[in-house]
């Protein structure tokens, strides 16, 4: 994201970049792409992503984007807390995600199923930009624009006086994992998808703070390993890092989980607590 430029445009911004792949392949040369925040004059081509999007979903993939036509993506604009941002190569759309302003719980649990964390009982200012619905044309992914799109809409989020930002991942997807834990973000939480039953995991990324303050040792699970992974949120852990080539989380204790573990972090004292054989 080096080659990432900000600029104001009749008050709005707007982002400027550079694709360098096209079907997976490296282009000869850098084209250029604008993101810059949707409105009602976009609808059609929003619509049209939208079904492309589930016309290339591989099976069994959670999508996080409902397949609707240009009369939603009409109506959403007239809800002030809805801020869709949307990423161009010339005049086609080839990406989009939106940042929702939540105010009290009951919106906030509508963007975040089985959300165990009450976040406006423990901040009385509470403000949280739920992010959603990232997507990008099959033809243009590799160029790390869902990576960019969340970090742009962390900028947002920060100029509309949100608090914390938060969003969900679909659990079986390793590729979706690295755009939010590479912004700042980590797992709390998972839950099933009341919507569809699928495996999800809750994200969290705080406004307030330039980092997360979390110990920089922890212990590394396959992302695929549900239950350990489970019993590990459960017992204070948090996801704080994502390696892809190894397609591992790094989960790192809070202070609850550091009381139970006795301050060890070896592989066998978390096996220990967690009463599993293996890792």
């Not at 940042?99 to 200012?125: K, M, S, W, Y």
């Not at 019993?231 to 809070?254: E, M, R, W």
Request: net charge positive.
């Amino acid at each position: 994201m080096s080659d990432l430029q900000k600029y104001i445009l009749n008050n709005h911004p707007v982002w400027r970049g550079n694709l360098n792949k096209m079907d997976g392949c490296p282009l000869p040369f850098p084209v250029r792409f604008v993101i810059r925040p949707l409105n009602r004059t976009d609808a059609d081509a929003m619509g049209s992503l939208s079904a492309d999007i589930y016309r290339h979903l591989n099976r069994d993939e959670e999508c996080f984007i409902h397949k609707h036509e240009k009369s939603y993506y009409n109506q959403i604009f007239d809800n002030p807390d809805i801020h869709y941002i949307g990423v161009f190569a010339g005049a086609h759309l080839i990406g989009m995600s939106y940042l929702h302003i939540c105010r009290t719980a009951g919106q906030l649990a509508d963007e975040l199923p089985g959300n165990p964390v009450n976040f406006f009982e423990r901040r009385n200012n509470a403000r949280i930009a739920a992010l959603g619905a990232d997507c990008v044309r099959p033809e243009y992914r590799g160029n790390a624009l869902n990576q960019i799109m969340i970090a742009c809409r962390l900028d947002l989020a920060k100029e509309l006086n949100c608090t914390d930002a938060v969003s969900i991942i679909d659990r079986r997807n390793h590729w979706n994992m690295p755009p939010y834990f590479n912004n700042g973000f980590h797992m709390f939480a998972t839950a099933i998808d009341p919507a569809d039953n699928g495996q999800i995991a809750l994200m969290h990324h705080n406004l307030n703070h330039t980092g997360q303050t979390l110990p920089s040792r922890g212990i590394s699970i396959p992302y695929n390993r549900f239950n350990i992974i489970d019993n590990l949120l459960a017992k204070g852990f948090v996801g704080s890092s994502y390696d892809k080539n190894a397609n591992t989380i790094l989960f790192t204790p809070t202070s609850r989980a550091v009381r139970g573990l006795n301050r060890d972090l070896t592989a066998a004292a978390v096996i220990r607590t967690l009463g599993a054989r293996h890792v």
